[in-house]
């Protein structure tokens, strides 16, 4: 009588033979899920957990979310990625850590998520090919044009979409799968019913932060530290103007733009349900001790599927508060609770902190669980299956025969293959098909055993190492021409004079106030699937007035604009730096192209193709969730365009509303180059654009005429230059 062991599920069954076999056996011989075999003896199938990825800004942090339980670990070298004043990682560093990691069974993500210039493209591909010949698992980029380069020349390097790209729908996530991206990282101000919905249909992974600070700017979006403070939040040196005190027009001192940290440890179970495949903690400026406490509470709550209880999360605030955590977002309860700043009392408690760092630096190497199928039959000759993730072995042995006296039991059997002690491997699962009344020698089940796991220790060593790099980096190319054109957004339609219509070739208004009385849209920045039906009637209406031009700056809305036959033109949100870039934008379908604020006239130079450079008006600093009027003023001001905040210098920065009651902050000094037509046109911006906000019909027709005359900046006017 033939026995069917299942160890991991303890059940017994008989299998039918077919032709003198078992199907079970075909099973083994062949690749198969174990999942599938243990689904058929009665083992329920469990709720996948999701991964819980770790912060790591130095080696100390690092061991801490080891030791804290993380699956995975996000980390940066020394350029290149958005928190470039962490301590970060050195080269032989960064290798010695994804050793590390993978030694503990954990993951590796490389941070790769600041813009690139025209002259960094060759350094940025380099170091994307060291980290991928170190072993890296995947590297989160947030430049398009960079990302394009890195899956052109190494296809094989899984690649994340940073929430640095703004992808808070479905469709950025089914554009994002066609082009090399495994991940998306989705932006942090998605509320619950949305992440369910896109992670239900996206085709690819999507990872959410659950915990930590928030930015108050949607990500990728803002300009304040750069424009104002002249450290670009986009290359890593964010001087984090969001967390000072501004006054309102009282006078009145508050922090209207610093919120709360994060935490979702309340909601696991809705996370869980969610189907969210990665969970991610912000930190890379934390200590160790803040990594480990976070990581380790997150990692409990999950392994036991649980929400945190109050308790929980006031332990969770005493390793780092600003005045408590903020599911503002997620909860869809978007106001002033949602802001706080850290006290002098919570830096107190957190130094002495329930969590402590003790264990941090016990990290064991970790080993392979695998899956064990084994065949040891009457007459056939013995095999033994090993799978480890993707991999599979099989070695073969000796034949049994038929026992005279003492029989090998089906116990003996498991018990001789499953000596790995040795190895870099523990049993996940065990299946075995055995007869009754058979020998076969104990040394052959041995000599079975290590054969096969010195397959799998080759199969695997093997895998690791077959990751060439590529010889020389070939840039793409823009194929567009540049135009000399001059185009204009306008905040409202009454603000286009005459003057206006005859010196501006393209005109746009946004969205939801175009009238029908210009030729272009400027679709919102952020349009959630939630808020698509709603867009979409609004693009048809548009259509059907006589829009021709859409001026879009994210990759979600680019099919959108399509949909409706509209010639796409990309706005300064696309964070253009490079060439790469516009290439890859050209390739989406975009035909005029709008370059980064950021960009020096000398980097605007090296710049191909058929772009832009905004040459006049305030450049929007921050694009916000939240109503920040209401924190200085009513919102009725918002409404009205009246809403601001000024700085502790006195500078005041104009507030003005968008879709769906958003806001932008807008800068307090306008870009002029109306006296600077010489540089100009040595760089060939021969394509120029410009932004009103804030001007009146009678500012918007004097501004013209400085420009058609080139008329010198007032001496005390307060200008920006490119």
Do not use: W
């Amino acid at each position: 009588m033939k026995n069917n062991k299942f160890s991991k599920a303890n059940k017994h069954s008989k299998p039918q033979r077919t032709g003198g076999a078992l199907n079970l056996k075909k099973e083994i011989t062949e690749k198969t899920d174990i999942a599938t075999i243990i689904a058929r003896t009665g083992k329920k199938t469990e709720k996948k957990l999701p991964e819980l990825l770790a912060p790591a800004g130095s080696f100390d942090a690092l061991k801490a979310a080891i030791a804290g339980g993380a699956d995975a670990v996000y980390f940066g070298g020394g350029d290149f990625n958005a928190r470039i004043n962490a301590k970060n990682f050195t080269n032989d560093e960064l290798k010695q850590a994804i050793d590390i990691l993978h030694s503990c069974g954990r993951k590796a993500y490389i941070t790769l998520n600041t813009l690139v210039h025209n002259r960094e493209l060759d350094d940025y591909l380099r170091f994307a090919e060291f980290v991928y010949q170190a072993g890296a698992d995947a590297l989160i980029v947030a430049d398009i044009g960079g990302a394009e380069a890195i899956h052109r020349h190494l296809p094989h390097l899984e690649l994340h979409a940073s929430t640095q790209m703004s992808g808070h729908n479905l469709a950025q996530a089914e554009l994002l799968a066609k082009h090399g991206f495994s991940r998306m990282v989705c932006a942090r101000e998605l509320p619950r019913d949305d992440i369910e919905y896109l992670v239900k249909n996206s085709p690819i992974e999507i990872e959410m932060f659950t915990h930590g600070a928030l930015c108050v700017c949607h990500s990728g979006q803002c300009l304040f530290s750069s424009l104002v403070g002249g450290r670009s939040g986009n290359r890593g040196e964010c001087a984090q103007p969001c967390r000072l005190p501004y006054t309102d027009e009282k006078g009145k001192q508050s922090y209207p733009l610093s919120l709360k940290d994060l935490s979702l440890a309340g909601h696991i179970t809705d996370l869980i349900d969610c189907g969210v495949q990665s969970l991610k903690i912000e930190g890379r400026m934390k200590s160790p001790e803040y990594v480990y406490g976070v990581v380790r509470a997150f990692r409990t709550l999950l392994d036991e599927g649980k929400n945190a209880t109050p308790e929980e999360l006031s332990q969770l605030a005493r390793v780092f508060s600003r005045g408590g955590f903020t599911q503002g977002y997620f909860n869809r309860k978007i106001n002033s609770s949602m802001l706080g700043i850290r006290s002098d009392e919570e830096k107190n408690i957190s130094k002495t902190s329930l969590y402590s760092s003790e264990k941090i630096d016990e990290i064991k190497p970790q080993k392979h669980k695998i899956s064990m199928y084994a065949s040891v039959i009457l007459g056939e000759t013995m095999s033994l299956r090993l799978d480890c993730d993707t991999v599979s072995v099989t070695a073969y042995g000796q034949i049994p025969e038929k026992a005279i006296n003492t029989p090998l039991s089906a116990e003996n059997i498991k018990k001789n293959l499953s000596k790995l002690g040795a190895t870099r491997f523990e049993i996940e699962n065990y299946v075995a098909v055995t007869d009754d009344n058979i020998i076969v020698p104990i040394s052959a089940l041995n000599s079975l055993r290590r054969e096969a796991c010195e397959m799998l220790e080759n199969a695997l060593t093997s895998e690791e190492k077959v990751r060439t790099g590529f010889e020389k980096y070939i840039p793409n190319a823009p194929q567009n021409n540049k135009k000399q054109l001059r185009t204009a957004r306008f905040y409202r339609a009454e603000q286009i004079t005459p003057m206006a219509r005859e010196y501006f070739d393209i005109i746009y208004l946004p969205l939801q106030s175009f009238n029908g009385e210009c030729d272009g849209i400027i679709l919102p920045p952020v349009i959630l699937d939630s808020e698509l039906e709603k867009v979409d009637k609004m693009l048809a209406n548009a259509k059907e007035k006589g829009a021709k031009y859409a001026l879009v700056g994210n990759l979600g809305a680019l099919e959108l604009a399509k949909k409706y036959g509209f010639i796409i033109h990309g706005d300064f949100r696309f964070n253009v730096y490079n060439n790469e870039t516009v290439a890859k934008l050209e390739n989406l379908g975009v035909e005029n192209i709008l370059l980064s604020p950021e960009l020096t006239i000398p980097q605007i130079r090296d710049i191909k193709g058929d772009t832009a450079t905004i040459i006049y008006g305030r450049i929007p600093l921050m694009l916000l969730e939240k109503c920040v009027s209401k924190e200085v003023t009513t919102c009725s001001e918002c409404e009205k365009g009246l809403a601001a905040i000024t700085d502790r210098r006195g500078i005041t920065f104009p507030i003005l509303r968008e879709f769906e009651h958003r806001n932008v902050i807008y800068n307090s000094a306008p870009t002029y180059m109306a006296d600077r037509e010489d540089e100009l046109a040595r760089a060939n911006i021969t394509n120029r654009h410009f932004i009103f906000s804030t001007e009146s019909e009678r500012d918007v027709d004097s501004i013209i005429n400085a420009y058609k005359n080139h008329v010198s900046a007032k001496e005390n006017q307060k200008i920006r230059r490119i």
